[in-house]
């Protein structure tokens, strides 16, 4: 009677192993938003790390969150590393490209409660007095977040993050805007 128990469990769990491996590898996660306010205030507050915690939505999940700033305060180079609680983790941002008013790519290398390295992509499209913004994130599933997947939607995790993250750079960057736009 064991037998076909043992049997039966060990091919579910091959099963398993199997639907899992045969998920996606790569994703991207992409939301985007018309901000009023011309594409150098927009891109001020993408290029610049320290501006982040103004509209950052785990900068709010976590106000005791250790911070920490290398490299230039702008652009390529400048890096920033927090630790915090379980909801925000531990992890980096290094920002690899940036082209004013136009383009900021971020190496994001989360250490805590998962390893995972992927990109971010901010793209910034100047429209009559307007930026529409396009907040991407992009890499590979390792088979950890493959089987996760399976039972989380996770696009519309981080579509959710990155919802409140451009509303609250939106209300951000219009604020500084000249009144005349």
Do not use: C
């Amino acid at each position: 009677m064991l037998i076909p128990i043992l049997i039966t469990v060990a091919a579910l769990v091959v099963v398993v192993i199997i639907a899992v491996a045969l998920r996606p590898t790569d994703f991207r996660y992409t939301r985007s938003t018309t901000v009023n306010a011309p594409a150098a205030i927009v891109f001020d507050q993408v290029n610049n790390l320290r501006h982040w915690e103004a509209w950052s939505p785990w900068a709010k999940l976590d106000p005791t969150m250790k911070e920490t700033y290398e490299g230039p305060p702008a652009g390529v180079g400048a890096k920033h590393h927090w630790v915090g609680n379980k909801k925000v983790g531990e992890g980096r941002m290094t920002i690899t490209q940036s082209k004013p008013n136009e383009l900021v790519v971020i190496l994001l290398q989360f250490i805590k409660p998962f390893a995972a390295t992927n990109t971010t992509e901010f793209v910034f499209a100047p429209q009559a007095g307007q930026t529409l913004v396009t907040w991407s994130m992009f890499g590979k599933n390792n088979f950890m977040a493959k089987a996760f997947g399976m039972f989380v939607n996770i696009e519309k995790m981080i579509g959710k993050d990155f919802d409140k993250g451009l509303a609250a750079m939106k209300q951000v960057a219009e604020s500084k805007a000249p009144a005349s736009i």
